[in-house]
């Protein structure tokens, strides 16, 4: 499976993908990263919080920003360099994130792609920022 080589891309090209949220999926991200923060995993801790109930972790957003980079665009054999972040809005349960990347730049002598990356739940951002990667070449 290869994705797209950096000769096959274009300034403005986008991809997204869409998910929804579960309990289940925030407590499987909590066993994998390691985060087992209770404002995530603890609805009595998260009532007590500015938020009210619990939230997704803001790095699970960003793991669907990845997946979309590592799946779509550029796609499986790009490497990520590089990934600024800023968390706008909390995730909350049965939330559907639509996480976007889009080309805004592309550095033919270093072979990088320079990505918009977003995170929106029913139109507002929740999540935005930055990405760099590289994309395998095509053979000389």
Do not use: W
Request: proline share 4%; glycine share 10%; aromatic share 6%.
């Amino acid at each position: 499976m290869m994705g797209l080589f950096f000769e096959d891309l274009t300034v403005g090209q986008s991809a997204e993908m869409t998910r929804t949220v579960t309990v289940e999926v925030i407590e499987a991200f909590a066993e994998v990263s390691g985060d087992a923060n209770p404002l995530h995993l603890d609805h009595e801790f998260a009532r007590t919080t500015v938020f009210g109930e619990r939230i997704a972790h803001g790095m699970l957003a960003a793991a669907y920003v990845s997946a979309v980079l590592g799946m779509q665009l550029p796609g499986p054999g790009a490497v990520y360099v590089t990934q600024s972040l800023r968390f706008r809005r909390p995730v909350k349960i049965g939330d559907e994130v639509t996480a976007r990347v889009t080309v805004r730049e592309l550095d033919d002598r270093h072979g990088r792609a320079t990505l918009r990356t977003v995170c929106e739940v029913g139109g507002k951002v929740v999540m935005d920022g930055e990405a760099v990667v590289m994309p395998p070449r095509k053979a000389a």
